[in-house]
């Protein structure tokens, strides 16, 4: 089984939508976790971190359900700049594990 | 505050030839990592520093791989001899401690012909 599960997408939304990500994680022991976002041919930049139930930023919230084991990214109001993968990546005991991304397609 | 530096952003190289990738990261982090990132898939560690000392290179294809950080400071990755599969972006992070967000640098895009 994958450490991190993610949909690879591409989700494609028109602009002013709200899209939700899921991720999925296999270790139980995992700490704190991080939403990362990697637009085309750039590096990963982190995006948010999320070390209790949730975490909100503007138009972004994440989400921890850690007895189902997983995470959610929700973006409110899409806007054409949010276009790229978002990386999920729960942090175990000094280690980190990098998702495959969802890409998302924001659309005029 | 200059981030992490990263060079060559770019090398195409042929099969079985050599090459090595330079990092220098975020001044005052303790921790630095390479990362190997095939297009489509997610960064995957290929060794970990804590200071000049290797924590996890448990990834890292030694027979063909080697890095090092000798000051602590900056440090270089090789490849030698590389093959087809190699070809990929090579991402190199760093932390102020090892429990602490990542901040990545633009990467190396290597072509293996």
């Known amino acids: 089984r994958k450490e991190v599960e993610q949909d690879p997408g591409p989700f494609n939304v028109p602009e002013g939508a709200t899209v939700a990500f899921n991720c999925t994680y296999s270790?139980?022991?995992?700490?704190?976790f991080f939403w990362y976002r990697q637009d085309c041919r750039k590096e990963p930049k982190l995006l948010m971190s999320?070390?209790?139930s949730g975490n909100e930023d503007g138009r972004f919230t994440a989400q921890l359900n850690r007895a189902s084991q997983y995470i959610s990214l929700l973006i409110r109001d899409s806007k054409l700049s949010d276009s790229a993968t978002y990386l999920c990546?729960?942090?175990?005991?000094?280690?980190?594990?990098f998702g495959s991304g969802t890409k998302l397609n924001v659309k005029p | 505050e200059a981030g992490v530096a990263q060079s060559p952003r770019y090398k195409i190289i042929e099969k079985r030839q050599s090459v090595a990738f330079w990092c220098n990261p975020i001044?005052?982090?303790?921790?630095l990592y390479w990362y190997q990132q095939i297009l489509g898939q997610g960064p995957k560690l290929l060794i970990q520093?804590?200071?000049?000392?290797?924590?996890?290179d448990s990834q890292l294809p030694k027979d063909r791989f080697s890095a090092e950080r000798l000051k602590g400071v900056d440090s270089t990755l090789k490849i030698q001899p590389a093959k087809l599969e190699d070809s990929a972006v090579y991402l190199c992070?760093?932390?102020?401690?090892?429990?602490?967000?990542?901040?990545f640098g633009p990467g190396t895009r290597l072509t293996v012909l």
């Open positions: 992070a760093s932390s102020p401690g090892q429990s602490d967000t990542q901040y």
């Open positions: 270790n139980s022991a995992s700490q704190s």
């Open positions: 999320v070390y209790s």
């Open positions: 990546v729960p942090r175990g005991f000094n280690k980190f594990y």
């Open positions: 001044s005052g982090h303790a921790t």
């Open positions: 520093f804590q200071n000049n000392g290797v924590v996890d």
